[in-house]
């Protein structure tokens, strides 16, 4: 399959919420279906990844991810065409800054050329209670630029089985859908 006709990749997002599991489950489930994954995760996260699986985040998928400083990588330009971009877990922090249009890391960059390309982007919080600034604020104004909100919390029950995992590629087997 030439690059021209390959299936345009979906991103996932990981930021330093709990709940690395629904990160995997995510990205284990868009790879059953075959479609092209892209991870970019912050350092936090990387942190949360380890203590909640037991694991290193770097051992799992340590295949197709991009470093959070790599401005150019090519998730950051909106010229690079995806289906869009999950953030699961995603930070208050996270929501906060994308609500406000700041991309001081490739993580809220993808995000923000998401929004900018008008394309699927959507939070999932793991945060709970939520306060007024929060959801009322930052998750709203998510919502007016164009992105969608889904709660974290009910998904865990249904994903804490799921154990098997593999490294995340692209089309033709190659990382990062071919960049």
Not at 28 to 46: F, G, K, S
Not at 101 to 126: S, T
Not at 159 to 178: D, F, I, Q
Request: hydrophobic share 40%; proline share 6%; with cysteine.
């Amino acid at each position: 399959m030439s690059r021209l006709s390959a299936p345009k990749p979906i991103i996932v997002g990981v930021s330093g919420a709990s709940g690395s599991i629904l990160a995997r489950a995510t990205v284990e489930a868009l790879l059953l279906r075959d479609v092209p994954t892209i991870v970019v995760c912050t350092n936090a996260a990387r942190l949360v990844w380890q203590e909640e699986l037991d694991t290193p985040f770097g051992e799992t998928l340590s295949e197709c991810y991009y470093p959070m400083g790599d401005m150019r990588a090519s998730i950051a330009s909106g010229t690079f065409a995806t289906r869009g971009m999950v953030i699961v877990p995603c930070s208050m922090n996270s929501v906060a800054a994308i609500a406000h249009g700041l991309a001081g890391n490739l993580l809220l960059r993808a995000a923000d050329v998401c929004l900018k390309e008008r394309r699927k982007l959507i939070l999932v919080p793991r945060e709970t209670p939520l306060h007024a600034t929060h959801f009322g604020e930052h998750a709203f104004t998510h919502a007016r630029r164009g992105g969608d909100n889904a709660p974290g919390t009910g998904l865990l029950s249904e994903t804490a089985g799921h154990r098997r995992y593999r490294p995340v590629r692209g089309p033709e087997g190659t990382c990062c859908a071919g960049h």
